[in-house]
């Protein structure tokens, strides 16, 4: 009993040791391929938002620092292979966040929904997340939920398919995490009698949704 559990903790210790090895690598590489611009610092502020719920918290943390299990690293004292699940590529935290094939799909649907509030979808957003500012902030703050909610399909779907060898499609689990967080909303507004701010938050430009002269939601994409 003694051996096993001191085999447990080297294997923890020694994930410890190659998790961090591995941040310090991803961090460097992180600001090699999405440099912050001059003058700029992570958006904390931004990936911790109002709106933002705490699964993408933990999700935008890890990311920036690099603490995600991945394949290269998990093949070393784990059965898991170091290719990518989806597309059998060499699964790195860029592949899995920001190269993937599978991605391309979620990618598009953010740079059509991005288009429409006048911004640049690319992956140093995705990263970073948009500086909330005062005269957009209704705007910045639904776009960053939309970040948040993007990583977090990238994440679960990626969870998933490890798990049961499901394969879930990035794009439609992200619409439908959109669609179900604008029903909540609606439901919750509508029953506090505060469709007035719902429309003003959440149906902004008519990106998302819109509601309807009687009061009903419309999903718009
Ligand atoms: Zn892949």
């Not at 109002?50 to 690293?73: E, K």
């Not at 860029?94 to 929904?113: A, D, K, M, S, V």
């Not at 509508?190 to 939601?217: K, R």
Request: charge should be positive; charged fraction near 20%; aromatic fraction near 12%.
């Amino acid at each position: 009993m003694k051996y096993v559990s001191a085999v447990r903790s080297a294997v923890l210790i020694k994930e410890f040791k190659t998790v961090l090895l591995g941040s310090k690598k991803w961090v460097g590489r992180r600001k090699e391929a999405c440099p912050l611009l001059k003058g700029e610092e992570p958006r904390w502020a931004s990936l911790y938002s109002t709106l933002v719920l705490r699964p993408a918290w933990d999700i935008s943390w890890r990311l920036l620092h690099g603490a995600v299990s991945m394949g290269v690293f998990l093949v070393r004292f784990t059965p898991i292979p170091d290719t990518c699940p989806f597309c059998g590529m060499r699964e790195t935290l860029e592949h899995i966040y920001l190269e993937c094939t599978r991605l391309q799909p979620l990618f598009w649907l953010l740079t059509n929904i991005l288009l429409i509030f006048w911004l640049h979808f690319s992956p140093h957003l995705l990263i970073y997340a948009l500086p909330v500012r005062g005269p957009t902030k209704s705007r910045d703050l639904l776009v960053n939920l939309l970040l948040a909610l993007a990583k977090v399909a990238i994440y679960k779907t990626r969870v998933r398919r490890l798990a049961d060898g499901v394969s879930c499609n990035c794009g439609a689990y992200f619409r439908s995490s959109v669609h179900s967080r604008l029903r909540a909303e609606f439901l919750w507004a509508a029953s506090t009698d505060s469709l007035d701010t719902f429309e003003e938050q959440w149906a902004l430009s008519g990106v998302l949704c819109s509601l309807s002269p009687s009061g009903s939601l419309h999903l718009t994409f």
